[in-house]
């Protein structure tokens, strides 16, 4: 970095918490906290969410699986790549070929993970990992929960960078790891200021 040296941030201190609300999909505390300046924070909120996955998956002929489904909290109809829940004893490469397969009947391919984010590092503890599967096909049906209606799509690439750059996908992480995908797919090796 350039410029005065900043000083280093320094960890929270915890001093007590207390669970207000826990459900399967949703646990909520109220950590008391005492910062590095010695102000007393007494009542900070926190969400604990398992952790999360998403796919970039890929067929043979290059076209992404889309998806199109309802979600309640924005009340909207939006497209999506497919994603879910990790859950307990998975490790994320292995829920997010259990959920591939669930949300899409897709299957196989070659796989690494591309990126891992923190939806929001300020109040939620867990992370999202994103994967791109490359070669998968359709060996299956789907198998959704209850509350999945899930339309599964195969979109040309060109058109899904189309839809990125139209602001098409509203869930930002999802649209992060798309970007990211398309950077490297189209920059490498990307130029590097000197």
Not at 12 to 40: C, M, N, V
Not at 67 to 80: I, L, N, T
Not at 93 to 118: D, F, I, M, N, S
Request: aromatic share 10%.
């Amino acid at each position: 970095m350039r410029g005065e040296r900043m000083k280093d941030v320094q960890k929270w201190k915890l001093i007590g918490s207390e669970y207000l609300f826990r459900r399967p999909w949703l646990t909520a505390r109220r950590d008391h906290l005492q910062l590095p300046s010695g102000a007393d924070m007494p009542e900070y909120y926190v969400l604990e969410y398992p952790d999360w996955i998403n796919m970039i998956a890929l067929t043979a002929d290059g076209k992404m699986l889309l998806e199109r489904q309802y979600r309640h909290g924005r009340q909207m109809v939006g497209w999506e790549i497919p994603a879910g829940v990790i859950e307990e004893g998975e490790t994320p490469l292995q829920a997010a070929k259990r959920e591939l397969l669930e949300e899409t009947g897709y299957t196989g391919g070659e796989w690494h993970e591309l990126v891992a984010l923190c939806p929001n590092a300020s109040a939620c503890t867990n992370v999202s990992h994103t994967f791109v599967a490359t070669n998968v096909e359709r060996t299956d049906t789907q198998h959704l929960e209850l509350t999945e209606d899930i339309s599964v799509y195969e979109v040309p690439l060109d058109e899904v960078f189309r839809m990125l750059q139209a602001g098409e996908f509203h869930q930002a992480l999802m649209a992060a790891p798309l970007w990211q995908f398309f950077y490297e797919r189209h920059c490498t090796p990307c130029p590097t200021n000197s």
